[in-house]
């Protein structure tokens, strides 16, 4: 039996869009868990901070499944906030997240900082970690 147009199309599509969430996640984006909800960019280089000083900076998180994930910002310490409050991300979305960094008033020379973003697909729980790296300076 010969295949039709539409079902070499079908075929098509499907390779192209796991062939593309395959190079997204190869390229710094994470895949964690039943489908893939990749944050982006996981790691983050921010230069040079004045000591004392407030940073925002935002991650973009992706949900490439089928079904709607709760997305919330997991409580780190005082220095590291993911803003923003538990919200619903559909299917084949997604959106920008602010994290805010303070450099401390006795911090100084190279810092890393990391926020967890939690998620939940089908009852299960899992982490996402978005990470930054900066020079704190006078």
Known sequence: MMPTRCSIRLLLARALFGTAVVLMCAAGLSA???GR???WPRDAELGRVKQGSTLTHSVRISNYTIRS???EPVPACGCTIAEGTPRMLGPFTSLALPITYIVGGKQLGRLTREVSIGYTCDGRDYRLVARATFTAVR
């Open 32 to 34: 964690v868990g039943f």
């Open 37 to 39: 909800v990749c944050l």
């Open 69 to 71: 994930v709760q997305i």
